[in-house]
């Protein structure tokens, strides 16, 4: 796209409202009701109000759609809610946490059935709330059912593996894993339906209750779906908590009533969260936190191949993904050609409003991100670099076209920080040491990716870098799924592991019943199993 043509899309982009298809319209939600203790509770307190990062063109300029407003409630409200979900784990004797794991399940796919119902609502909210494509609006919903069900297919398999004794040394055991307590859920504002719901359904399906945060943008989405969970689940085990999070987490936190504390967002907010809690060995932590994944481009790369993941691995959404490649080491060799032809791709990205087909790029949600965004540039030629595609960093109101900077250094923010945004900060290196030096020092260990046609070269970058993060990507971009394998990090990249599987275990613990095989035990045993009067100690068969 010449400079003309691109700067009449760019002054284009933002159309008025009676130019946006009628399918993608929508009206503004005030929500005014929250789910708390198994009731939609009326709110008329304060309310924050919800700006989409979509622009419209009106007679007086540009002005940031209004979609809707949220409850700004209080500590007092985020404690009831709590009291609500320790009222309803009852020290583990209640309903939800002693319940059959095949009757949790049928809760499970009973809200499921609600959720698709509200497929339509969500979808359009994930797109003027946090500015994702439609297309890509659509796969998050529809990855987020499949999340489910996944899981629901995988405790299954566990509580059938689980359905039997073992006999050893004269003792008997059945063998289960059981609810943690209450856990406090809190997404991210990128995947705030799909990354939220990682957490909160395998921490749900395992019998604990939950207290559930909104991200900060992404809010609005949940509404329609806590009419489902009211109707879904038994009172008190969810509970929807609304207000400013440095006023009503910190006394949840430091009540010691939280059991689990999971939350996808920067290791900061984490480590501050965990400090609160005054019974530290009681807390279990499921994080997924910063990282800084690099792309690693040697001598021996597929230069193609290497543009076009790591066009998509740093780009995808903006570049706005924990497993997006945030920095790349290019070998000094094929600098120039790599360069040469990823600027091309980019050039080639189409950018626009969530509901046009094809778009790549679209408005950013967070209203500070451009400021710092163009701090990193303006870092970045302070100390050497070059916005070297065309176009780079260029603003129009909360958008911002991708910058490719090159040469980046150890003098640069863009070096060790995180810019979750569309820069693409670009290291030429021509010993490998430097490379995994780097990931060494890193305080990041989640993903690598890297891109070479050589078998030998690849093999002894293997060896290291499993040893620095958590996933290694060869010849393919960074990413989390598929859901069944493991997701996690090293350092300040992860604390448990998320996947279908891993995600039942960690928000559960293994707990037994044993005795020994006499007679007297035998018969008792046989009276509880056959009579079915235990949830945990069963045969049954889950089908």
């Not at 284009?12 to 946006?20: G, S, Y």
């Not at 979609?67 to 004797?93: C, F, H, M, W």
């Not at 500015?131 to 529809?142: L, N, P, T, Y």
């Amino acid at each position: 796209m010449d400079t003309k043509s691109f700067n009449e899309a760019l002054e284009n982009l933002f159309v008025t409202e009676n130019a946006i298809p009628a399918e993608f319209q929508i009206d503004e939600i005030h929500q005014k009701e929250y789910l708390s203790d198994g009731e939609m509770k009326k709110w008329d307190g304060a309310m924050h109000e919800v700006y989409s990062p979509i622009y419209l063109k009106t007679a007086e300029g540009l002005v940031s759609k209004r979609i809707g407003s949220y409850p700004l409630a209080t500590e007092k409200e985020a404690q009831e809610s709590l009291n609500a979900a320790v009222i309803a784990y009852n020290d583990g004797r209640g309903e939800w946490p002693t319940m059959s794991v095949a009757e949790r399940i049928h809760h499970v796919e009973s809200f499921t059935g609600k959720m698709i119902a509200r497929k339509e609502i969500v979808v359009k909210l994930i797109m003027w709330e946090i500015g994702k494509s439609h297309a890509d609006a659509i796969k998050e919903f529809d990855r987020t059912v499949e999340y489910i069900y996944a899981t629901i297919d995988a405790l299954k398999n566990l509580d059938r593996d689980s359905s039997g004794f073992t006999i050893v040394e004269g003792i008997a055991s059945q063998s289960r894993r059981s609810p943690l307590g209450v856990v406090l859920c809190m997404g991210p504002f990128n995947y705030p339906l799909n990354e939220t719901f990682t957490t909160l359904i395998p921490a749900l399906i395992m019998g604990n209750t939950i207290l559930f945060k909104p991200p900060k943008f992404g809010t609005l989405l949940h509404y329609p779906l806590q009419e489902a969970f009211q109707e879904a689940f038994p009172k008190g085990v969810i509970n929807v908590i609304y207000g400013r999070g440095n006023i009503i987490i910190p006394g949840l936190m430091q009540s010691g009533k939280i059991n689990v504390l999971t939350l996808i967002g920067s290791s900061k907010v984490a480590n501050e969260l965990k400090k609160q809690h005054p019974k530290v060995n009681r807390l279990r932590a499921v994080l997924g936190l910063d990282a800084k994944n690099a792309s690693i481009i040697t001598s021996k790369a597929d230069i193609p191949l290497a543009v076009k993941e790591t066009l998509t691995g740093a780009l995808s959404f903006n570049g706005q993904r924990c497993t997006a490649l945030k920095i790349v080491w290019l070998h000094k060799s094929i600098a120039d050609e790599f360069l040469k032809q990823f600027n091309q791709a980019v050039s080639e990205l189409k950018f626009g409003l969530p509901w046009e087909e094809g778009v790549s790029l679209t408005p950013l949600p967070e209203p500070y991100k451009i400021d710092y965004l163009k701090e990193c540039i303006a870092d970045a030629v302070a100390h050497g670099g070059q916005v070297v595609n065309e176009n780079g960093g260029t603003v129009k109101a909360s958008f911002f076209y991708p910058a490719v900077v090159y040469p980046v250094n150890k003098e640069m923010k863009l070096y060790y920080e995180e810019q979750f945004g569309p820069i693409v900060p670009i290291v030429p290196f021509e010993d490998m040491e430097e490379v995994i030096e780097y990931l060494i020092e890193s305080n990041y260990g989640q993903q690598v990716s890297i891109f070479s046609t050589d078998s030998d070269e690849l093999a002894a970058l293997i060896d290291p870098l499993v040893n620095q993060v958590s996933r290694v990507n060869i010849n393919s971009q960074s990413q989390r799924g598929p859901d069944v394998f493991p997701f996690t990090g090293r350092k300040d990249s992860a604390e448990g592991t998320l996947s279908v599987t891993d995600a039942i275990r960690s928000f559960s613990i293994r707990s037994l019943v044993a005795f020994k095989m006499n007679e007297s035990n035998k018969k008792l045993i046989n009276e509880i199993v056959h009579e079915e009067k235990s949830n945990f100690l069963s045969t049954k068969f889950i089908f």
